[in-house]
């Protein structure tokens, strides 16, 4: 209730109120987190529209708008709402929020890096950065929903564990939260044979990226050959020369309680591309390649991840008179000629090269939640010296991101971008304020045609225009 008379901005916290009932978090929110869940709203709110502010700047925020919490949240208490949030909360959250999401679509799985200045924090490792930077740092996951371009899952992983060590941890925890009819979209960091028989094992549907030196892919481009850009296997729309076929997988499955292994095939359909300006690319890319592995020879200056490279291109020749000499396999150099512009997809599921193709594209909404993540949400580097601190702080975060993943899409199906970019959009609105009495209801100030045409694009009802602003 209202104890006296203000004035707030709620143009932009009205919107997200209307997000929060059409994807259910506030329902879900208030039933996992019923003591915090305003808090966590409040916070999430504050992350959006305030992006790169720290959260000591709440206060300020908190007394120009109307929000769920309605109440100044200062850092203690922010804290103390992270440390709050249980795994177990936290699970019950995934689960009801994959049960909104539409069972038949299939979920891009990928991960990026984030680094960290803290030394405390058990999971902060160093390893492969995605950003290039010499930090150590955790190790981010997300699962999105094709259809809904939500994400619905995420996962914290040590900084040190490459992205294909993770698919067995995933299914486990998927098999926990009860989701059924599982479909992943990976790309080729996460293939692997003990990844690709534990999704048959499972009776996952899958579609994942591979590398074109597998013995599958390289037998199919030898048989394409030069067909590889015959115009009958062109596509105008994806602009590829497109060729696809059904290919027997090797499953093992080893029972440890039984003392054998189960050895039989299983369907797999085998998808290729052929694309003429990546086949130049790869050319350039592989020459470079080769000039340096022949530079790192000569000087002396081996590296120790390049050996396998040494031995597959060069035959290296020392002698007293003659020093170093260096011979080209031009067999292996052909070998990796062979494959220049391909890429691969296999799927036990999808047949058609086009639609696979399609949904492989989709993984796009998970780069473009990484950058919302690290730049509009200021994770870039994660601050926080306490393990719930930071479990309760990427939790909040990736609520936040459910509101800028909806907005996003919402922004690209009206074709919005063409006048805003999504901060203006958000400011567009912000401006919007209410007057609020105590014992009244609250009056709505002015709102444009234009603003009330933003929400109705966005698909909430609308803060419909006043008579003089029409």
């Known amino acids: 209730p209202v104890i006296q008379t203000e004035r707030l901005f709620f143009g932009a916290t009205y919107l997200f109120d209307q997000i929060g009932e059409i994807t259910g978090v506030t329902a879900d929110l208030k039933t996992c987190f019923p003591k915090n869940y305003k808090q966590i709203l409040s916070i999430a709110y504050y992350l959006i529209l305030e992006d790169q502010n720290p959260l000591f700047r709440f206060k300020k925020w908190a007394m120009l708008h109307r929000h769920p919490y309605g109440k100044d949240i200062p850092s203690q208490r922010s804290t103390e709402v992270f ?7 936290k699970m019950q959250f995934f689960r009801l929020q994959g049960k909104r999401r539409v069972e038949k679509e299939y979920w891009a799985y990928d991960s990026t890096s984030i680094s960290s200045y803290s030394e405390s924090l058990r ?19 997300l699962i999105f929903g094709e259809e809904s371009g939500l994400p619905f899952y995420y996962r914290k992983v040590a900084g040190n564990i490459p992205d294909v060590k993770t ?28 990844n690709i028989n534990a ?7 899958f579609l ?13 481009i030898r048989e394409i050959g030069s067909r590889k850009d015959h115009y009958e296997y062109y596509n105008s729309n994806l602009e590829l020369y497109v060729f696809t076929k059904t290919i027997a997988w090797d499953y093992e499955q080893a029972r440890p309680y039984k003392g054998d292994v189960i050895r ?3 369907r797999m359909y085998l998808h290729l591309y052929f694309n003429p300006e990546k086949h130049s690319d790869d050319g350039k890319a592989f020459n470079r390649k080769m000039d340096m592995l022949k530079e790192e020879l000569l000087s002396g200056k081996r590296i120790p991840e390049h050996e396998k490279d040494y031995r597959k291109f060069f035959t290296v020749k020392e002698t007293p008179k003659r020093g170093l000499s260096l011979t080209y396999n031009q067999d292996a150099i052909d070998a990796a000629h062979e494959r220049y512009g391909f890429f691969v ?15 492989y594209r989709m993984r796009d909404i998970v780069e473009k939640a990484f950058w919302n993540i690290k730049e509009r949400l200021n994770m870039r580097r994660t601050l926080v010296s306490s393990e719930s601190s930071l479990e309760g702080k990427l939790f909040v975060e990736f609520v936040a991101l459910i509101y800028l993943s909806y907005i996003k899409n919402k922004m690209e199906e009206a074709g919005l971008f063409s006048k805003y970019t999504m901060h203006e959009l958000l400011d567009e609105l912000d401006v919007i304020e209410c007057f609020l009495e105590p014992g009244k209801a609250p009056i709505q100030g002015e709102v444009l045609k234009k603003q009330e045409q933003i929400y109705r694009d966005l698909d909430v009802t609308p803060l419909l225009a006043s008579p003089a602003n029409q």
């Open 167 to 194: 698919i067995r941890e995933l299914l486990r925890e998927l098999d926990i939260l009860g989701y059924e009819k599982v479909k992943l979209v990976m790309d080729r960091g996460y293939y692997s044979t003990d």
């Open 345 to 359: 997809l296999i799927s036990n599921e999808v047949k058609d090269p086009v639609t696979a193709i399609s949904l």
């Open 208 to 220: 994942c990226g591979t590398s074109t030196a597998l013995s599958f892919a390289k037998s199919f």
């Open 123 to 141: 999971q902060v490792r160093y390893g492969k950065n995605k950003d290039g930077e010499k930090l150590p740092q955790i190790n981010l996951a």
């Open 83 to 89: 440390q709050s949030i249980t795994e177990e909360a």
């Open 199 to 205: 999704l048959y094992k499972e009776h996952l549907k």
């Open 264 to 266: 039989e095939e299983r």
